[in-house]
């Protein structure tokens, strides 16, 4: 960020909260721009704290701080027998936001919940690639063999009818990627010709509506007078006051410039304890951060030069330094506070020695690579080119020299995902929904190849057993699968698994209600501000 683009954003969030100071206005001095604000593009917490959150709302939601499953838009839903149709029945009088391009004329009905899905399942949908077309979580959690029709049962009842069981089906709907759109926005935008709109200007249910978006400085919402839920949001004014640099979050907190920041250095968390008129909550994440190889290609696609490298990593001491201690070493691909996870699983130890004579005996010599450090801050990883730094010394010592390279945010995730990437990307992952399958389903499937599984790994006895668990009634049947996919996971190394960390979330004191949200959202729908 310039000097310039700093003053520019901490002055119109300082004018904005001053103007609005009457009102309840909190400012949020967030750690990036949102991608767009479609959430069923994406799969970054930036956008969906930015617009999933925000603006939209669900047919079920996760309770704010918990990954309790509770109604939404639908007041109820059932199940058949078969478990393969879940029929959901909408609340009357759920009004969409009106805003300065859309006026809505009617309530929700089952219409936008179809509307909301078959943009996403059907190609020929006018909105299918009104903005890339991408569909991340959707097409990684194999919704479009999944999902066999959507029937309109009556205005306030869809029945979801799906070609077999899904255990996960439920906690999924909860997910930012099925949020609900309403059919006569959409309409509106065909008609103006301008389908990209509805990734630009968000209009949906939830507690705030947009107001504008300057781009990479500021995004401001209003209350939405006629959200659902009585009495809530709280707050009149909601300002996200974009701010990449983590110590810059973390002055204008001091300064009173934003009321809550979150990803704050791990090094600062000790002071920012002791600063009055400043309070730090803390959680344990339900995240993993890791190294995604590319398994497509040489000499990545050999499982034994994958574990060569992770022989060759120091994950302690990642955990020392980049973390300061507020983590632990990730040897599965899951958090250990989430059900299923296989503790007898034996990391690959830490052996530089025997790291290079694996290499020799693969007749690796030479080896350049790249390596992907991420340019913003996360949980799962809080200074990602310290991390790359530490790595790169690592693999020098086994005689494999690593470029460190990175690109702007939005740019990274893109290129990420390209099946012929080289080199190997540091990423992570901070759960969604509670279940397994959302980390291993989403970024380790079939599906998820050239999407969300930046490992571009495809390995069938794995597979096999993942997808199987999705299809079982009981959480002790799937997870006796998830747990023998741990073990092929660690035989075949797609990733480094590196850290679980613990999340911290800086706030001033007079917020009150704020929840630290163990799936990494950022809610402020029940928060307000002690005047």
């Not at 009104?130 to 990684?140: C, K, R, V």
């Not at 063999?145 to 009556?154: G, N, P, Q, T």
């Not at 980049?322 to 007898?344: C, H, L, R």
């Amino acid at each position: 960020m310039t000097l310039h683009t700093f003053l520019t954003t901490s002055a119109l969030a300082l004018s904005l909260a001053s103007a609005a100071a009457a009102q309840q206005t909190l400012v949020y001095c967030s750690e990036g721009s949102p991608e767009g604000f479609d959430p069923a593009l994406y799969t970054s917490g930036t956008t969906f704290d930015a617009a999933g959150q925000a603006v939209y709302a669900r047919l079920v939601e996760f309770k704010t701080g918990t990954t309790e499953v509770i109604p939404g838009l639908a007041e109820s839903y059932d199940i058949s027998e078969d478990g393969k149709t879940y029929t959901f029945h909408l609340r009357p009088g759920i009004k969409f936001q009106t805003t300065d391009f859309f006026t809505p004329t009617r309530d929700m009905t089952a219409d936008d919940v179809i509307f909301s899905f078959m943009r996403q399942l059907d190609p020929e949908n006018p909105f299918h690639n009104a903005s890339g077309g991408t569909f991340e979580y959707f097409n990684a959690m194999s919704m479009p063999e999944l999902i066999d029709s959507i029937e309109k049962v009556d205005d306030l009842t869809v029945a979801f009818h799906l070609t077999r069981p899904e255990a996960p089906f439920i906690a999924n709907m909860a997910m930012d990627f099925a949020s609900i759109m309403s059919t006569e926005y959409a309409d509106q935008l065909l008609e103006q010709g301008r389908p990209d709109l509805l990734n630009q200007q968000p209009l949906g249910a939830g507690p705030f509506a947009f107001v504008a978006y300057q781009k990479d400085a500021v995004i401001r919402y209003r209350k939405h007078d006629g959200f659902y839920r009585e009495g809530l949001p709280k707050l009149d004014n909601l300002i996200f006051a974009i701010t990449p640099d983590a110590s810059v979050r973390y002055q204008k907190l001091k300064a009173g410039e934003c009321h809550v920041m979150p990803f704050p250095n791990p090094a600062d968390i000790a002071e920012m304890k002791s600063q009055d008129g400043i309070t730090v909550k803390e959680q344990e994440g339900l995240n993993v951060g890791y190294l995604a190889f590319n398994t497509q290609q040489p000499p990545f696609d050999n499982p034994k030069v994958r574990k060569a490298l992770n022989m060759a990593m120091d994950k302690q001491a990642i955990i020392d330094v980049v973390f300061q201690g507020a983590g632990e070493v990730a040897k599965n691909p899951i958090p250990p506070t989430m059900w299923s996870y296989n503790d007898a699983v034996e990391d690959d130890p830490y052996d530089p020695e025997a790291a290079k004579a694996m290499l020799e005996a693969e007749g690796v010599s030479d080896l350049s690579m790249k390596l992907w450090a991420m340019p913003v801050q996360r949980p799962y990883n809080p200074n990602a080119r310290r991390m790359a730094e530490m790595m790169q010394a690592d693999f020098e010592k086994v005689g494999v020299k690593a470029e460190i390279v990175s690109y702007e945010w939005g740019e990274y995730l893109d290129r990420s995902k390209e099946v012929d990437r080289d080199g190997a990307v540091l990423l992570g992952w901070t759960g969604d929904n509670g279940d397994p399958d959302n980390f291993l389903g989403t970024l380790l499937s079939c599906d998820g190849v050239g999407g969300a599984n930046r490992s571009q790994w495809c390995y069938e006895p794995f597979e096999k057993l993942i997808q199987e668990a999705k299809t079982k009634p009981t959480q002790a049947e799937r997870a006796k699968l998830y747990e023998e996919a741990q073990v092929i996971f660690k035989e075949q190394a797609p990733w480094a698994t590196i850290a679980h960390s613990k999340v911290f979330m800086p706030m001033r004191d007079e917020v009150e209600g704020y929840k630290v949200h163990p799936l990494g959202l950022h809610i402020f729908t029940e928060v307000s501000l002690d005047k």
